[in-house]
């Protein structure tokens, strides 16, 4: 069974261009997650997806970040315009809840450096 | 307040000794779960381990085990016969079952395995 998927692996951009992450979770999940991993930290939540609907974006910074989960299936992640602060590893999870409620299966993650 | 405290930044341990991380928590809702992932230097976080605040026993999980005292509010991961491949970050994360449902991570403790 192949894993959660996620694209690019790395990404490097200057401030004040736009980029955008794409995440491919494990067949069958309804529920997704982004989250970000600043340097030296642990991942923390920007938005959660139960099947299309974003049910928890409180931690989203809308004024320059957008998700979104079409059909409720693959889900982009899109931040413009970037600033040096989003340099970070963004962290795509999926979950089939609640049969499968307490386990989160990570990606790989996308490593965006903003110069 | 943090709700997930991990207090050593990095552990050292020889091959094949067992060693402990430690995890304390901070949640007033009665019904959560508590999970330990790795995180290789290549990026991906793995679950380890899980364990909900009504189990009885203290998970485990082949040479991880979770020393879990609900009274301490304490999650410790104990990993026995070190292995050169445990070397990685370890997080403890929360998930409160009433609440986001989405995982808090703590900061991480770096363990390096010593031949």
């Known amino acids: 069974e192949a894993g959660v998927v996620q694209s690019p692996r790395y990404k490097i951009i200057e401030k004040k261009q736009p980029v955008a992450f794409w995440c491919n979770p494990i067949s069958g999940h309804n529920t997704l997650y982004w989250y970000r991993q600043n340097l030296g930290q642990g991942p923390e939540l920007l938005i959660r997806?139960?099947?299309?609907?974003?049910?928890?974006d409180s931690q989203l910074p809308k004024d320059r970040f957008s998700a979104e989960r079409l059909k409720g299936v693959d889900s982009t992640l899109k931040i413009q315009p970037a600033e040096l602060g989003d340099s970070a590893v963004y962290l795509c999870?999926?979950?089939?809840?609640?049969?499968?409620?307490?386990?989160?299966?990570f990606g790989p993650g996308t490593r965006l450096t903003v110069t | 307040a943090q709700k997930i405290t991990q207090t050593q930044p990095g552990m050292f341990v020889q091959e094949k000794e067992a060693v402990t991380l430690d995890c304390t928590y901070d949640t007033s809702d009665p019904s959560y779960g508590l999970f330990w992932y790795k995180q290789p230097s290549s990026g991906e976080m793995i679950f380890l381990i899980y364990q909900g605040s009504y189990d009885q026993q203290n998970a485990t999980e082949g040479r991880y085990s979770l020393n879990f005292q609900k009274a301490r509010k304490s999650a410790n991961l104990v990993i026995s016969a070190s292995q050169l491949g445990d070397s990685a970050m370890y997080f403890c994360?929360?998930?409160?079952?009433?609440?986001?449902?989405?995982?808090?991570f703590g900061s991480g403790t770096r363990l390096q395995v010593q031949p």
């Open positions: 994360a929360m998930r409160e079952d009433t609440g986001r449902r989405a995982l808090t």
């Open positions: 997806y139960e099947n299309e609907e974003a049910v928890d």
């Open positions: 999870a999926s979950s089939l809840e609640p049969e499968d409620g307490y386990e989160q299966y």
